[in-house]
């Protein structure tokens, strides 16, 4: 069954709330949503940094024995946005509203650290880290409104292949499960703040184009995604194929899509080498003429997709700003009516 995928819209400029924080499991989507708000409401951002905690590769190979220390530059990381939240709300010193820079919308909220130290440590860790907690943990004003971002195990996990990062790809389908246990079980309690919980199941902004309109094509730029080899046997071959590619993404739900197994090589520059040099067995690559796989002795094995170069409006500026942007679509539009009238009468 098609499901029409949903569109966040702003039905006003000014945020109903001056401190929004977007919550939920790993790939639900809360940042995109966050980003999505954040634009249409002219909100101030504040996002986690995953990326900093250097514990986190390990703590997602070995969950038992980088626990710890992975929770610990969490609550550090916290303890820190949460005066970055405090600097953002507050107008002067100790007075929030009157003066206050502009509203601000989250992807976390702080109780967040406790939540996953519950889940990931054992309880004479778990009794350490509330002791360390307490000495590096600072209040932070509640947000007005909470946003819990619901799915499933199941889509998270699709979400994960999707994305296609190394780190996440080596998270345990039993960690997701019980993470999503903890998030819901911790919602049901809930009552700090006014809370709207979203089954995400079929909201994924991030993947949804939904919010965009493509009203007008350049007719520039044709290109392919193409799987390319040095013959076609390496990639219909049994097993696991190695791929190089800049686009990690396109090529995970490429190949996932036909159930092949790939270790994906993530490469940026002259990927084509990878194939003559031995180190994948194929590539995933942008081509225009092709030229450059046939200088490699590469042939291209399947296009994946085509494309061409495309005018792309933002849903709610269109509706926002019509006039001015319907007057742009149309004198481009003109001009590339000429161009093309141009090139024909040259022929």
Known sequence: MSITPLTVTAPQLRPPHRYIAIEGPICVGKTTLARLLAERWSMRTLFERPQENQFLERFYRDNTRYALPTQLQFALQRAQQTQEIVTALLGAPGHLGQGASAPLITDF???KT???????????EFELFREIAKRIDTSAPAPDL???LQASPEVLFARIQKRALPMELQIPDAYLRAL???YNDFFYHYDATPLLTVNAEHLNPLESDADLLQPLSVNIGACRIVVAAKDDVAVRQVGMVRVATKYPRIAARHFGSRGVAID???????VELAAVLGLADC?????????????????????????????????ASHQL???????????????????????????
Not at 292 to 308: G, K, W, Y
């Open 109 to 111: 909220i702080t109780e």
């Open 114 to 124: 406790a939540l996953f130290a519950r889940l990931t440590l054992p309880d004479d």
């Open 146 to 148: 909470v946003v819990y």
């Open 180 to 182: 999503c246990d903890a």
């Open 264 to 270: 994906l090589i993530e490469l940026s520059g002259s």
């Open 283 to 315: 590539i995933v690559d942008l081509v225009e003429t092709g030229k450059t796989l046939q200088e490699n002795d590469l042939s291209i094995v399947e296009v994946i997709t085509e494309s061409t170069a495309r005018l792309v409006v933002n849903r």
């Open 321 to 347: 700003k019509a006039e001015a942007v319907n007057q742009f679509i149309k004198s481009l539009h003109e001009t590339l009516r000429r161009r093309a009238s141009g090139d024909r009468n040259h022929q």
